[in-house]
């Protein structure tokens, strides 16, 4: 899986639900990467999380509260990372969707 590209399609899906709307768009963005494979299972995380830089998603974790909680396992912390990374790429994708669109 390439992440960006995922990502990428991501925003345009979201963009398209929303028929041109950033705030519905962004609130689809979390429900496409909530519901995704990197951010439900353990495997798929720690692939992204070998496989891509996941700088950014760490850096927005952070800004959040941090990356884990108590009593978090090894597991729920790459599902956590991978959101997060995916989250992040979509976001960016779509505020260049919407800087397009809007020229």
């Known amino acids: ?3 960006y590209k995922e ?3 991501i925003a345009e899906d979201a963009w398209k639900e929303s028929q041109g709307d950033f705030d519905t768009a962004q609130e689809y963005v979390w429900e496409f990467c909530d519901g995704h494979e990197v951010s439900i299972y353990y495997r ?3 692939k ?3 496989d891509w830089d996941t700088e ?8 959040c509260g941090g990356i884990a909680q108590p009593g978090d396992s090894f597991g729920q912390i790459a599902c956590r990372v991978a959101y ?5 790429a979509a976001m960016e994708w779509l ?5 397009k669109e809007s020229e």
């Open 1 to 3: 899986m390439n992440l």
């Open 44 to 46: 798929s995380a720690l």
């Open 48 to 50: 992204v999380c070998a």
């Open 56 to 63: 950014e998603g760490e850096q927005w974790l952070e800004d």
């Open 95 to 99: 505020g260049e969707i919407e800087e």
């Open 7 to 9: 990502a990428r399609a």
């Open 84 to 88: 997060a990374t995916l989250y992040c």
